[in-house]
């Protein structure tokens, strides 16, 4: 009889852990891996290429009927910088060359002969700019001001203006400006005649950012 009971609970006890062997696992499921989404920031290096309007105005101190009207046209260039992000606040700096389809010349009698010896003065086709760039960033716009040294031919002087920008991805924005340069020149062949050229512009303009998120 105890041979019979010993080998009855010895079958229940197998018969009990195949049963458990079959009912599912009660460890917990792993967590899922969240990764986080990379935080934008304007920090980095930048190129790209604006366009726009110009318009200018040609001033000569020493004598008042060689003023010409303003004159406006067609700008357009390229631009390189570079950004760092502090916060909100952003600072950096930016160069550009630009096409400046707005000009005019200047004819002089000079010499003895008014008949045949003429200068022309020619306002320059082109100029550049070297400026600091400070301002807001709220998220992926950017407001900002801007200033610094401008220069064209033998001609060299200041700019200041502002802008805002935005970016529509991680590496592209796209940005409005507006610029007041004013430059200044002397004139080797008319002593005492300094030469000064002021002219705004509004552009439109694409940047390429590298090495952001």
Do not use: C
Not at 118 to 147: P, S
Request: no cysteine; glycine share 16%; charged share 20%.
């Amino acid at each position: 009889m105890k041979k019979i009971l010993l080998s009855s609970v010895a079958l229940l006890g197998l018969a009990t852990g195949a049963v458990a062997a079959d009912l599912p696992s009660r460890r917990a499921a792993p967590a899922p891996v969240i990764v986080a989404a990379p935080i934008f920031t304007w920090t980095g290096f930048y190129v790209g290429v604006n366009a726009g309007y110009g318009w200018s105005n040609d001033d000569f101190d020493a004598i008042d009927l060689a003023d010409e009207d303003d004159d406006g046209g067609f700008v357009g260039g390229a631009q390189v910088g570079y950004n760092y992000q502090i916060g909100s606040f952003v600072v950096g700096l930016e160069g550009d060359i630009q096409y400046a389809d707005f000009g005019g010349s200047f004819t002089f009698a000079d010499g003895p002969d008014a008949d045949t010896d003429l200068d022309v003065f020619d306002r320059g086709d082109w100029f550049g700019t070297v400026r600091a760039r400070a301002g807001v960033a709220f998220d992926r716009a950017l407001i900002y001001a801007t200033g610094g040294f401008a220069f064209a031919d033998d001609a060299n002087g200041w700019t200041v203006g502002g802008g805002v920008e935005y970016a529509f991805t991680n590496n592209l924005s796209a940005k409005i400006e507006g610029l007041y340069v004013n430059l200044d020149h002397d004139d080797n062949d008319f002593p005492g005649f300094d030469g000064e050229t002021d002219f705004g512009v509004i552009r439109a303009g694409l940047n390429f950012r590298f090495g952001s998120y």
